[in-house]
T-cell receptor, first 114, second 113 residues
Framework: DAGVIQSPRHEVTEMGQEVTLRCKPI?????LFWYRQTMMRGLELLIY????????DSGMPEDRFSAKMPNASFSTLKIQPSEPRDSAVYFC????????????FGQGTRLTVV | LAKTTQPISMDSYEGQEVNITCSHN???????ITWYQQFPSQGPRFIIQ???TKVTNEVASLFIPADRKSSTLSLPRVSLSDTAVYYC??????????????FGTGTRLTIIP
C-alpha cells in the first residue's frame, strides 16, 4: 500500500477563495482523521470519521470548515471562504480502528492563504 | 482523554540514551499509552504503545510504572536522525474504532554531534 495519500501537497490561494483538500486513506482502514498544524497551536484534531461517519467534529474551527467522507477510500476537507489565519499544514491520517491506536499520517498539505 | 505533560524540549549528544518522561495523572483504567515521532515537514509516525510494565521494539522502549501515572520513552544510542518532536498520547483503544487521537505539545528533542 502507498500509505495515506494527500493532495495537493502545496496550495496557495487568495483570501475568500474555496479550498478543497483531499485524502485517500490506507485500504482497509476504517478510521480517518483530519489535523491542522501551526507553530502557535501545534497539532489540532479537526474531525474524525469511523466507517465513513463523522464521530467528532468538535475541533472544526468554524462553519467555514466542512469535511466529508463519501466512501471508504476518499475524504475531503473544504474551507469556504478561506482566510489568512487558515494557513497551516493539514494532515490526514487513518487507522484500522480495530483495537489499535496506531495511525498512519499522510505527507500533509501546506496551505497558504494570501 | 487523559491530559499529558511533557518537557517542551531536550538536548542530548549522539550515542547517548535519551529518556523522555510523560505525566498522565488522570489516566483511566482502559487507557493505553502511545508515542509518536514527527520530523520536520512530515506527519507524525507511530513509535511504540503500551499498557503497563515495559514494551520494547526495534526503535525504542517504553517504561510504565505500576501506578501508570507516567511513562518514559527510552531511545538507545541516539543519532542526529533522531532529532524530532516526540508526542505522548493517552487514550482508549476501542474495538469499535472510536478512538480519538489528540496530540499535546510534544517534546522537541535535539541531538548534538
Amino acid at each position: 500500500d502507498a500509505g495515506v495519500i494527500q493532495s495537493p501537497r502545496h496550495e496557495v490561494t487568495e483570501m475568500g477563495q474555496e479550498v478543497t483538500l483531499r485524502c485517500k486513506p490506507i485500504s482497509g482502514h476504517n478510521s480517518l482523521f483530519w489535523y491542522r498544524q501551526t507553530m502557535m497551536r501545534g497539532l489540532e484534531l479537526l474531525i474524525y470519521f469511523n466507517n465513513n461517519v463523522p464521530i467528532d467534529d468538535s475541533g472544526m474551527p468554524e462553519d467555514r470548515f466542512s469535511a466529508k467522507m463519501p466512501n471508504a477510500s476518499f475524504s475531503t476537507l473544504k474551507i469556504q471562504p478561506s482566510e489568512p489565519r487558515d494557513s497551516a499544514v493539514y494532515f490526514c491520517a487513518s487507522s484500522s480502528g480495530q483495537g489499535n491506536t496506531e495511525a498512519f499520517f499522510g505527507q500533509g498539505t501546506r496551505l497558504t492563504v494570501v | 482523554l487523559a491530559k499529558t505533560t511533557q518537557p517542551i524540549s531536550m538536548d542530548s549528544y549522539e550515542g547517548q540514551e535519551v529518556n523522555i518522561t510523560c505525566s498522565h495523572n488522570n489516566i483511566a483504567t482502559n487507557d493505553y499509552i502511545t508515542w509518536y515521532q514527527q520530523f520536520p515537514s512530515q506527519g507524525p509516525r507511530f513509535i511504540i504503545q503500551g499498557y503497563k510494565t515495559k514494551v520494547t521494539n526495534e526503535v525504542a522502549s517504553l517504561f510504565i510504572p505500576a501506578d501508570r501515572k507516567s511513562s518514559t520513552l527510552s531511545l538507545p544510542r541516539v543519532s542526529l536522525s533522531d532529532t524530532a518532536v516526540y508526542y505522548c498520547l493517552v487514550g482508549l483503544i476501542s474495538n469499535f474504532g472510536n478512538e480519538k487521537l489528540t496530540f499535546g505539545t510534544g517534546t522537541r528533542l535535539t541531538i548534538i554531534p
